[in-house]
């Protein structure tokens, strides 16, 4: 027994802003909510509700399992950058940005965490504040030396 459905049948109905977040996930950007630490707690400024933690997928990893990809290792051929290679969806990015913006505004959310390889994206910063909603807490925390003087003045 087959069961057949007509022809551009939607058999995945996917809200917008569900579908923002699937996007961001999809091409391997990292993005989970926190609760925030309560360890010293008095020594810290008090954050309600939870933090989400951005940050820029890792870098692409090669299966050398695969004949294609130890074939063009034997012909000394570049693998590149898999999926998150320049003009795919999948490449790392500044115009992400726009993306978690819109992901940050549906969510509501007001605690956030970015880290330092989206810190060291080119304009990324500066468009996800500007079209971004209103944040209560904006972590910086292990941005190290991305956080430099000029993503702080934004």
Do not use: C
């Not at 049948?9 to 609760?35: A, N, Q, Y």
């Not at 989206?118 to 996800?128: A, M, Q």
């Amino acid at each position: 027994f087959t069961l057949v459905q007509p022809y551009l049948t939607p058999d995945w109905i996917l809200p917008v802003p569900e579908s923002i977040g699937h996007i961001i996930r999809k091409h391997g950007w990292i993005m989970e909510w926190f609760h925030p630490q309560i360890d010293d707690l008095h020594t810290k400024a008090l954050v309600q509700g939870p933090v989400l933690h951005i940050e820029q997928p890792p870098e692409h990893q090669h299966d050398f399992g695969d004949p294609e990809v130890v074939a063009k290792v034997q012909r000394g051929e570049d693998l590149g950058k898999g999926p998150q290679a320049d003009g795919r969806p999948g490449a790392i990015h500044a115009s992400m940005a726009l993306l978690f913006a819109a992901f940050l505004s549906f969510e509501k959310v007001r605690n956030l965490r970015v880290y330092s390889g989206l810190l060291e994206l080119e304009g990324f910063f500066e468009t996800l504040l500007k079209h971004g909603p209103p944040l209560s807490v904006l972590e910086l925390v292990g941005a190290g030396e991305a956080a430099t003087e000029g993503v702080l003045r934004v």
